[in-house]
């Protein structure tokens, strides 16, 4: 099985989400005094990111694009502040977090 382009692009898509999650746990890491590491997942993971989110703009639309890859951050970001570092679980904070996740979905089934 192989898959075509826009295949391909979705993934990259998905993958730089995934790199902006590893981006912020830079920012994380320097706030509590971890410098290179910090520094080095912070450049690593928006480099990352940012090329993939260009790759996957060849085929998504720029719109849908940077909704999904922000949604993806949001939400990864969101749980690895709550997992790693003790952050906040109020059920507000998860409600609003959620209609961020259905609110992509939302564009994406809109486009």
Same mark, same amino acid.
């Given at each position: 099985m192989t898959l075509d382009i826009t295949t391909w692009h979705w993934l990259a898509l998905l993958a730089s989400g995934a790199c902006e999650i590893v981006g912020v746990s830079g920012f994380a890491r320097l706030h509590r005094g971890q410098r290179a590491s910090g520094v080095a997942l912070l450049v690593m993971g928006f480099g990352c /990111?940012?090329?993939l989110l260009s790759i996957a703009m060849r /085929?998504?639309?720029m719109g849908v694009a940077y909704a999904i890859f922000t949604g993806i951050g949001t939400l990864g970001s969101t749980l690895l502040g709550m997992w790693l570092w003790g952050e906040s679980r109020r059920p507000l904070r998860l409600a609003f977090v959620g209609l961020i996740v259905?609110?992509?979905i939302?564009?994406?089934?809109?486009s």
């Open positions: /990111s940012l090329g /085929s998504i639309d259905v609110a992509v939302g564009l994406k089934l809109a």
